[in-house]
């Protein structure tokens, strides 16, 4: 981590004695009177020339510190709605070190937003995410209005944003009591994100304020105020940001070619296809006739965690989150199943270190909380070995029923062909099998064929300046498929640990893995089997004669590839030297935790949108 780790403290719903809402933290309340929503439309919008500003336009980015009950965001996404001349797309992106729960949340709506913001505030809630640290995107409007809301402080986010950013709306408490979300280098940080032309508008106008705009980068004036306020201020970038300026305009032609139809290029399809691209996924697996995730019936999504929030469990937990975002509306059986992991510990040495961190994380209990083998039990329907911890979100996934889906997503197109390098030509890139018949071509090529990728590198000369990615080894593994009968009807919940069992999906239960270095194939054999049932038996507590009477060798399972990287971080990105050329490789066992993530990063960037992932994470993910 680049910064300490500092838990997200939640807002309290508290009233001063007009009954205002307040804030005992800062000693401010949350809007003037006679409300905010007047303010929104006074100071935010008409402060930084909206709706005209955006009239033209594809799209238009704005960016807000102080979410607070969404009141500033739900009256520009009403304006959006209400204007015919609208650009095609509205991001924004918004800080908020104190955000508050779902149900406080829910319950100040419904007694601020009135209508016509009532729909929109309940559409808000739903999407409303747990409150942990991090970025958060939301999307509403089939995608066309997207929120980014960033949980924690403001001066420790705001230098990890990556956006193009058209209006600022600045919208701390007081100076004088938060003087952090209105300090020279946050401004300086925003004026980062400046796209040519962008406003700043603000409810605050002290003339120490308007100074540290101005030595931030922006012009800024006086104008009349809202609420009782003599003045407010306005502002105007000087320049572009650096930040902003680095940031590629969205992609003209709206075609790709992803090489490679398992999680990572489904995912990358699905996330492309939603913003109305076509897309072309050549798969090498299914030229041969057996799409490669065919009979892998079921997996686990689970998060992780650490005492330091590290790179990989922050993006372990975006990666969750967005799965089930991208995931839930899927039909059948491709959805998840969100029905909670219990996470067995070792021993109780271990089991103590991880409630020391969780109580460092301050995560939310309904998230993940500590467990004692009671509860664990409870939770999983059958006796586990010892206590641990339980991920209210944990997802059971059928990996073949969710890639089918993906692939489904209409703009998207699957072809058989098995790449073996790509050559640039013109403004794009052709596709050729080994015998140098062209595939496919388009602009954007997006390598998302495991280790396959690093083949196509090597031949195409493009491998050398990335010894990361040269570094990438295959690493087989593989399943066993349990009858659900032998352990009782099997888990309600996923269970975890030093392997897995899985509930019932009605072929049976799972239960994994292995990993084999230095394998020439992946197959499923006896001692493979052997090593699965050991370590399932290792996660129960109790006596299942059936599962013990099972014979390695006899059931049926499944075996695979990981494509591993050094640090077990995937690598994902366009390449410095090959414009147009992306790839996404080295998911290794986290292919269900980046798949949706992973393509949104793609997607998002192809699109000119704000980034899902803050740049200290994007810059570790990088191709090198």
């Known amino acids: 981590m680049s910064a300490p780790y500092v838990p997200l403290t939640p807002a309290v719903i508290e009233f001063d004695a007009d009954g205002k809402l307040y804030s005992a933290v800062y ?49 520009l996404w009403h304006a959006w709605r209400q204007d015919p001349q609208r650009p095609a797309a509205l991001h924004v992106v918004s800080i908020e070190g ?8 829910a319950a100040l709506l419904a007694r601020y937003a009135a209508t016509p913001l009532a729909e929109l505030a309940q559409r808000l809630v739903d999407q409303w995410p747990a409150l942990l640290p991090g970025l958060h995107r939301l999307e509403f409007e089939n995608g066309a209005v997207t929120l980014t809301l960033g949980f924690g402080d403001a001066e420790a986010i705001a230098p990890r944003l990556s956006a193009r950013v058209d209006a600022f709306f600045l919208d701390g408490f007081a100076p004088e009591r938060n003087p952090g979300m209105w300090s020279a280098p946050l401004l300086r940080d925003l004026a980062q994100l400046a796209a040519p032309g962008a406003t700043v508008a603000t409810w605050a106008c002290s003339g120490e304020l308007r100074q540290a705009l101005q030595d931030a980068g922006f012009d800024v004036r006086r104008t009349p105020g ?3 306020k003599w003045h407010m201020t306005e502002g105007i970038a000087r320049a572009p940001g650096q930040v902003a300026a680095a940031i590629a305009g969205p992609v003209a032609v709206k075609h790709a070619v992803v090489i490679g139809a398992g999680l990572a290029g489904a995912g990358i399809a699905q996330s492309l296809a939603g913003r109305g691209w076509r897309v072309t996924v050549l798969d090498a697996a299914r030229a041969l006739g057996k799409p490669a995730h065919a009979g892998h019936v079921a997996a686990a999504l689970t998060p992780v965690v650490a005492r330091d929030d590290n790179a990989r469990a922050r993006l372990s937990r975006a990666g969750s989150q967005r799965a089930q975002a991208r995931w839930q509306g899927l039909g059948g059986d491709a959805a998840p199943r969100v029905c909670g992991t219990v996470q067995v510990e070792r021993d109780a040495g271990k089991s103590a ?15 993940v909380r500590v467990v004692d083998r009671d509860e664990a039990s409870a939770l999983a329907g059958l006796p586990v070995a010892r206590g641990g911890v339980y991920f209210g979100q944990g997802m059971l996934v059928q990996p073949n029923r969710l890639i089918d889906a993906l692939l489904q997503t209409p703009g998207v197109g699957v072809v058989p062909g098995n790449a073996a390098r790509v050559e640039a030509s013109g403004q794009g890139w052709r596709v050729l099998d080994a015998q140098g018949k062209e595939l496919a071509q388009a602009q954007t090529v997006i390598l998302a064929n495991a280790f396959g990728a690093q083949a196509v590198l090597k031949q195409s000369g493009l491998l050398d300046p990335l010894p990361r990615v040269a570094q990438m080894h295959a690493l087989a593994g593989e399943v066993t498929l349990v009858p659900a009968a032998a352990l009782d009807g099997g888990p309600r919940c996923i269970v975890g640990g030093e392997g897995y069992l899985l509930p019932d999906v009605g072929a049976g239960c799972v239960v994994g893995s292995t990993y084999e270095h230095g394998a020439a194939q992946a197959l499923v054999t006896e001692p493979g089997q052997r090593t699965t049932l050991a370590k399932a038996a290792g996660l129960l507590g109790g006596h299942f004669p059936g599962f013990e009477a099972l014979m390695p060798g006899s059931l049926p399972g499944w075996a695979g590839w990981r494509a591993v990287l050094p640090g077990r971080l995937p690598a994902v990105g366009e390449l410095r030297h090959a414009p147009g050329l992306w790839i996404a490789v080295g998911y290794a066992s986290r292919g269900l935790s980046w ?11 192809l699109s000119g949108e704000p980034d899902v992932l803050e740049t200290d994470l994007a810059q570790l993910i990088s191709p090198r």
């Open 226 to 228: 809202y609420g009782g």
């Open 353 to 367: 270190a991880l409630a020391g961190t969780l109580q460092t994380l301050a995560f939310p209990p309904d998230w």
């Open 27 to 75: 000693g401010d309340v949350y809007h003037p009177h006679p409300g905010s929503v007047g303010q929104a439309e006074h100071v935010f919008l008409r402060g930084n020339g909206l709706p005209a500003r955006w009239r033209g336009r594809d799209a238009f980015t704005v960016c807000e510190t102080g979410f607070g009950l969404g009141l500033n965001f739900l009256a």
């Open 595 to 605: 798949s949706a993530l992973m393509g949104d990063v793609i997607a998002a960037r």
């Open 98 to 105: 104190h955000p508050f729960t779902r149900d406080d949340l």
